[in-house]
């Protein structure tokens, strides 16, 4: 068997090795031809995946250490009969972090500093669900919208005290929030959800956090509705064409990130399992039920630093100082913006996720 992954994917070898030849190769230079002879694909969200890439190949199944599929053409691939899995959810504790230190980051940069802001939520699955229950757990009013809400998801939020509205109610809290993937022919098409007339609902003194998919909010309309609007906070990690990110919109963004929310060593970890477990069940091998902890323990070199989860919810001095000190992200963006300001974005956007792979999640204990 062969089998062909991306390098940065966490604990691969340690995973995969066992089962045949383990070609590795950087993400964004996987070629027809490296796969041609492959029977299994490992990918991240910088491979496309599509019948370019995989028409003449034997490759049976793909799986994506990521929890989006939009780099993945899956009705080519259903129709090509080719097996996918991906890893939803692995890193939506991550994510989660990342917004919470956003907002921490925020009010230490003096630039928001509302004591019970009502948090709007675009996408209530694996992330925004979590994020509704934080919210009310802290004590912050939340609306969300999701179109796609099961019956019981919908109860389960409103039993929380969470408001379930449309599009435009949630727009006008004082934070909004993003976390759809990215779709453009289903129902309910997310590619510039965010666009001229939608950005327009957004109330002066807003916070825009999109820790989603770039392509969910129109670049030049953003561009346009900050230059009008400069009362209006931004935090983006997700940009258009990554990694070739707007420099025009990233100077104008109060917090700029190389897509880096989902990161950390604990979700990289779980989407590598993820997708192991996804493997051996598909090709009918036995499972290592060892293998998790070996792999962990190859990995997860950095001591991990647990803050409790009551010291965050309060947004004081004292946890916000915390946030900033485990997830430095004011620093983060200054690096990030002077990259892109030079010319050398691309090359920072991918150097700055390598690095990050290896974040510890300061709430895991």
Avoid at 103 to 121: C, E, Q, R, Y
Avoid at 246 to 270: E, F, M, N, W
Avoid at 299 to 317: A, D, F, H
Wanted: with cysteine; proline share 4%.
């Amino acid at each position: 068997m062969r089998i062909v992954a991306d390098e940065g994917i966490v604990a691969v070898d340690s995973y995969f090795s066992a089962f045949g030849e383990l070609i590795t190769l950087p993400g964004r230079q996987i070629s027809a031809a490296d796969v041609r002879d492959a029977d299994a694909l490992l990918v991240r969200s910088i491979t496309r995946v599509d019948r370019a890439l995989l028409e003449h190949s034997r490759v049976r199944f793909v799986a994506t250490a990521t929890s989006g599929t939009d780099h993945l053409d899956m009705e080519w691939l259903r129709q090509a009969g080719i097996a996918v899995h991906d890893a939803a959810g692995c890193n939506a504790n991550a994510v989660l972090e990342y917004v919470l230190t956003a907002l921490a980051s925020l009010k230490h940069m003096a630039l928001f500093d509302k004591a019970k802001p009502t948090v709007g939520i675009v996408g209530a699955g694996q992330v925004g669900g979590r994020l509704a229950q934080l919210c009310r757990q802290i004590g912050f009013p939340c609306v969300v919208t999701d179109p796609f809400l099961t019956r019981e998801q919908q109860e389960s939020l409103q039993a929380m005290g969470v408001e379930l509205s449309d599009l435009q109610t949630v727009l006008t809290a004082d934070i909004v929030s993003l976390h759809t993937p990215l779709t453009r022919t289903v129902p309910h098409p997310t590619w510039h959800l965010l666009n001229h007339e939608t950005l327009d609902m957004l109330q002066d003194d807003a916070v825009l956090i999109n820790a989603s998919r770039g392509e969910v909010v129109d670049t030049r309309a953003l561009i346009e509705f900050l230059k009008k609007k400069r009362s209006i906070r931004t935090v983006f990690d997700v940009w258009e064409n990554e990694p070739r990110v707007d420099p025009d919109l990233c100077a104008r963004v109060d917090i700029a990130t190389p897509h880096i929310a989902g990161y950390s060593i604990q979700a990289k970890l779980a989407a590598s399992l993820a997708n192991y477990r996804s493997f051996v069940q598909f090709f009918g091998f036995q499972a290592d039920l060892g293998l998790a902890d070996a792999a962990a323990l190859d990995v997860m070199t950095i001591p991990v630093r647990t803050l409790s989860r009551k010291s965050l919810y309060g947004m004081n001095q004292e946890s916000v100082a915390a946030l900033i000190a485990a997830f430095p992200l004011p620093a983060l963006s200054r690096e990030f913006k002077l990259a892109v300001a030079s010319g050398q974005g691309e090359r920072q956007f991918d150097d700055m996720r390598a690095h990050l792979a290896r974040r510890h999640e300061f709430l895991h204990a």
